[in-house]
């Protein structure tokens, strides 16, 4: 992207900690204009617009708790009327109320598939009318392994991951000839704050079980959401991609 052209603008949602702050780093490294989104936390998503302003991109900071998926649309919308366009999407936010089934609470099942699913379909559909008439765009959801492999008392979250990986293969059918790509990505077991705080024992059951020995670093899951948000992506839709070190194969 040369300094003649304009930005081109990348929202994430859920960006202003873990993932998602990496997500939005990487995008302003590569040229992106980046929209940060938080839920909660505005002060954090300030520290993360700080970062990228000293990078030299356009960056603005959008407050809005997908929690009510009618509000990722006006998230959408107000991201294109702030900073002029859209051109990159990422569903990054999400949310966990784990148990197991049997004690799963409805309100548990509702408010993790409105937040990490109903939301990413509010916000794609809105993404997309603005899309359709620049007849160019991407959008990359953020899947997980567990959508794929399962995991016990996660069947909300499970079920929400695996919906993105359905609903990103049908937006790839539908808009492919509107210029716009559609892929989603499958992390596994992520280096973070949550990982940290793990018992050593449990830390090891995990890495015994990933073939690359390790946990991901959250900067190796943002460079493949860069690198399908570019231009060098182009041909590749509809796929829903692995980042866990081999953990599940496919």
Known sequence: M????????ALVTGSSRGLGRAMALSLAQAGFGVAVHYGRNQAEAEKVAEEIRAL?????????????????????????????RLDVLVNNAGITRDTLAI???????AAVLDTNLTSAFTASR????????A????????????????N??????????????GLTKALAKEYGGRGITVNAIAPGFIASD??????????????????LGRLGQPEEVAA????????????????????DGGLYPH
């Open 2 to 9: 040369t300094q003649s052209q304009p930005h081109k603008v």
């Open 194 to 211: 949550m990982t940290a705080q793990l018992p050593d024992d449990v830390r090891q059951s995990y890495l015994a079980s990933i073939p």
């Open 126 to 133: 809105a993404a997309i009318k603005h899309m359709m008439r």
């Open 103 to 109: 004690r799963m609470k409805d309100e548990d099942w």
């Open 152 to 165: 016990p008392g996660q069947a909300n979250y499970v079920a929400s991951k695996a919906g993105l990986i």
């Open 224 to 243: 493949l959401v860069t690198f399908l948000a570019s231009d060098a992506a182009g041909y590749i839709t509809g796929q829903a991609i692995g980042v």
């Open 135 to 150: 007849r160019a765009g991407r959008i990359i959801n953020v899947s997980s392994v567990v959508a794929l492999m399962g």
């Open 56 to 84: 030299g991109v356009p960056v603005q900071v959008f407050g809005a708790d997908l929690s009510a998926p009618a509000n990722a649309g006006t998230l959408v919308e107000s991201v294109i009327k702030e900073m002029g």
